[in-house]
């Protein structure tokens, strides 16, 4: 499976924004998604992840009742619908897989897409 993020870009404080992350590969449904953001200078953090074929999903404490994570697994996509942007929430956002069960770690997840950027301005 490889992925690839997109959907970033500038917005204003309070806006939305979706990400989506293109899966390419078989057996998609298999794997449990999830999303990271990084900001320059910190570490990569965990913002959302939900198991295979649709299972359980968390939030990271920062994005709870903002961020909603859902997946198409008939098109292999995954999807970030992120509402009442902060410029907090600025960062480069990646998506990851790993087989199966969720992980809030990043060092759990070995399938990584290149990320996209998120610019929130106040």
């Known amino acids: 499976v490889q992925l690839q993020a997109s959907g970033g870009g500038l917005v204003q404080a309070g806006g939305s924004l979706r990400l989506s992350c293109k899966a390419s590969g078989r057996a998609f449904s298999r794997y449990a998604v999830g999303w990271f953001r990084q900001s320059p200078g910190k570490e990569r953090e965990f913002v959302s992840t939900m198991a295979f074929s649709g299972g359980s999903t968390y939030y990271g404490d920062s994005v709870k009742g903002r961020f909603t994570i859902s997946r198409d ?50």
């Not at 098109?75 to 902060?86: D, F, S, T």
């Not at 060092?107 to 301005?121: C, N, P, Q």
């Open 73 to 122: 697994d008939a098109k292999n996509m995954v999807y970030l619908q992120m509402n009442n942007l902060g410029p907090e929430d600025s960062a480069v956002y990646y998506c990851a897989a790993r087989l199966y069960t969720v992980e809030t770690k990043a060092a759990e997840y070995d399938i990584w897409g290149r990320g996209t950027l998120v610019t929130v301005s106040s």
